[in-house]
């Protein structure tokens, strides 16, 4: 059986491929009491309130019709956003070079984040490498709660 998320996925995709938009990711969470399934979408250009539209109305059909979650739940559909989470190893290869915000389940150095730039990322081990106040820090997959880009102002 497909995980909801990977369902999810799939039933999407053609409205996505429709407004020109791609798939940058499916959650299904638990918040406050409240199951969400949250499709994030990318676009070049960016993504508008129609796009969001379109997609979540195809969509809430889509998941009306296969009724594949028990229960309820809330369907949002949005942009994956200016400061998207890294998950995928393209994620990494297509910022290379992009200010992120490295986020450690423990301290390092007394400090839980570090801002830097993304200057490689290691597929096979997880590991990213970013220039933090000037020198190259490599933060494991292990100690990694996220990786984020960051918008500079």
């Known amino acids: 059986m497909k995980k909801i998320t990977e369902l999810t996925a799939e039933l999407a995709a053609p409205a996505i491929a429709e407004q020109s938009c ?32 379109a997609i979540s109305r195809k969509l809430s059909e889509l998941l009306d019709e296969a ?7 809330t369907l949002e559909v949005g942009s994956a956003g200016a400061e998207r ?20 389940y423990r301290a390092r150095d007394g400090r839980k984040e570090f801002a830097g730039v993304l200057e490689s990322y290691d597929a096979c081990s997880g590991s990213a490498t970013v220039t933090v106040d000037g020198k190259a820090q490599v933060f494991s997959r292990q100690e990694t709660a996220l990786i984020r880009l960051r918008v500079e102002f």
């Open 22 to 53: 791609t798939l940058w990711d499916v959650e299904y969470v638990k918040e406050a009491g409240t199951w969400y399934l949250r499709v994030l979408l990318d676009k070049e250009g960016g993504v508008d309130i129609l796009d969001c539209e």
């Open 67 to 73: 009724d594949p979650i028990e229960g309820s739940y």
């Open 85 to 104: 989470a890294l998950k995928r190893p393209g994620d990494f290869a297509r910022f290379l070079g992009s200010p992120v915000l490295v986020k450690l």
